[in-house]
């Protein structure tokens, strides 16, 4: 099993930008293909981005294509989500998630590892 490690979220005004990172915690695993997912309060969570294990096959949920940028550096087997020009409804705990294939995906019965997640609140 691979042991997920979010980080980087904050509380940021709308406009504002955050880098989120997702790391193995354990030297022996790695990340495969991975994805962000996020829950706002009250909500179900949602899918947010995702990334296979050789950087193909980006995709991005609609509410945020053209502001967030996933990426990840194998080297450092950690997986990033940019965000920019963050909105008060961005507001929400980010999930880092991997599968054992080198898919991406979309949803979030694909993965099978999962961080703790991260608070992002955004102010107006």
């Known amino acids: 099993q691979v042991q997920l490690v979010e980080s980087g979220g904050g509380m940021v005004q709308a406009g504002d930008s955050l880098r989120l990172s997702c790391t193995a915690s354990t030297r022996t695993g790695s990340i495969y293909g991975a994805a962000w997912f996020r829950q706002a309060p009250g909500k179900e969570r949602d899918f947010v981005a995702t990334?296979?294990?050789?950087?193909?096959?980006?995709d991005y949920a609609d509410s945020v294509k053209g502001r967030f940028t996933i990426s990840r550096d194998n080297a450092k087997n950690t997986v990033y989500l940019q965000m920019n020009n963050l909105r008060p409804e961005d507001t929400a705990v980010y999930y880092c998630?991997?599968?054992?294939?080198?898919?991406?995906?979309?949803?979030?019965?694909?993965?099978?590892?999962w961080g703790q997640g991260t608070q992002v609140t955004v102010s107006s």
């Open positions: 990334i296979g294990w050789i950087g193909n096959n980006i």
């Open positions: 998630a991997s599968r054992d294939s080198v898919d991406a995906g979309r949803t979030s019965v694909e993965f099978v590892h």
